[in-house]
């Protein structure tokens, strides 16, 4: 059974940092494209990172230069290092695996002093 499960999420002040973990099960991570979503209240869905099969790691403009995925094919998680976080990073975040069409259930995280 695949399943993603997030965790990480808080409350952080602006200019702080988090880093979000997607662990998975039923499936290997490594050889497979990750991405990391994030939705905000009454926006849609965004892609904030994406890691592909080979390894190549794509991001936004909005999030460029402050978030970087990464993967631990051992302990078969994904991560979201951010940094220089701001109120409009505020937001659920999920792990997605296109593979499996598989969603995690997603972690808080709000940007606020």
């Known amino acids: 059974q695949v399943q993603l499960v997030e965790s990480g999420g808080g409350l952080v002040q602006p200019g702080g940092s988090l880093r979000l973990s997607c662990a998975a099960s039923?499936?290997?991570?490594?050889?497979?494209?990750m991405n990391w979503y994030r939705q905000a209240p009454g926006k849609e869905r965004e892609l904030v990172a994406a890691?592909?099969?080979?390894?190549?790691?794509t991001y936004p403009n909005s999030v460029k230069g402050r978030f970087t995925i990464s993967r631990d094919n051992v302990k078969n998680t994904v991560y979201l290092q951010m940094n220089s976080l701001k109120p409009e990073d505020t937001a659920v975040y999920s792990c997605?695996?296109?593979?499996?069409?598989?969603w995690g259930q997603g972690t808080q995280v709000t940007v606020s002093s």
């Open positions: 890691s592909s099969s080979s390894g190549a790691r």
């Open positions: 039923g499936f290997s991570i490594s050889g497979n494209a």
């Open positions: 997605y695996a296109p593979r499996w069409v598989k």
